[in-house]
């Protein structure tokens, strides 16, 4: 992806976020600089990862496969490990009109997935064999909004704005908008996505950055370069 394309995601996923009266933290619109001065005193937002996301999973077509992520709060596995302390984590996130985010699953990370506004927000879900892979067969079962549901291999969930589902690992599930843009919520448990998001296709997790243009504000895979 073109650095100036990453800075107009992030600009429309502002307004965005604005208008369903979301607010983000004060470092979020921290320059490049900005951030880099204030390093020290942030340590823990960047080790923990949080900030702004944008992949197309590596394939080049942001519009058709590819994600909005903004994390804004993330635990510790060493906590989660232990069984107690911050063993939570929160993110916003938008899925656009037919946007494909592709089907994997997670080893360890729960999650309920919120649809906090927008159009419907429309989840494929398929259960895992007793290896804890792919099922093209196997269903199971969800919480949708704290309810039980039994879901068939492939079946479509479809979330009004206000429902959820909480999806445990080993949920294999793809997810997309469906009849315009969707806010969504996650809150989950610790959240690695370097190594915890195992897709069905081989496929990368983060976008490769062309620098067309200065970042209007860093994304955690900009972290290690520019900070670390």
């Known amino acids: 992806m073109k650095r100036s394309q990453v800075n107009e995601i992030m600009a429309q996923a502002k307004e965005m976020i604005h208008a369903y009266g979301f607010a983000l933290p004060p470092w979020a619109y921290w320059t490049p600089a900005e951030f880099a001065a204030q390093k020290e005193a942030a340590m823990q937002v960047i080790k923990a990862r949080n900030g702004w996301d944008i992949t197309d999973y590596g394939g080049g077509n942001f519009d058709a496969l590819g994600l909005f992520l903004f994390t804004l709060r993330n635990g510790r596995l060493a906590d989660l490990q232990r069984g107690g302390g911050m063993c939570y984590a929160e993110k916003l996130l938008i899925s656009r009109q037919d946007q494909l985010s592709p089907m ?28 804890g892979h792919f099922a ?57 996505d370097e190594t915890d998001n195992v897709f069905r296709e081989p496929i990368g997790r983060f976008a490769q950055i062309e620098e067309d243009v200065p970042p209007t504000h860093l994304l955690v895979s900009d972290y290690r370069e520019w900070l670390l």
């Not at 994997?104 to 290896?131: F, P």
């Open 136 to 192: 093209e067969d196997q269903g199971g079962t969800v919480w949708c909004d704290g309810l039980r549901r039994d879901f068939a291999a492939g079946e479509k969930l479809k979330l009004a704005p206000g429902e959820s589902v909480t999806l445990m690992p080993g949920d294999w599930h793809a997810f997309w908008g469906e009849g315009g843009d969707v806010l969504i919520g996650e809150v989950s448990t610790v959240n690695d």
């Open 104 to 131: 994997h699953t997670h080893i360890i990370k729960a999650e309920d997935i919120i649809n906090r506004g927008g159009a419907t927000l429309v989840i494929e879900l398929y259960g895992s064999d007793d290896a």
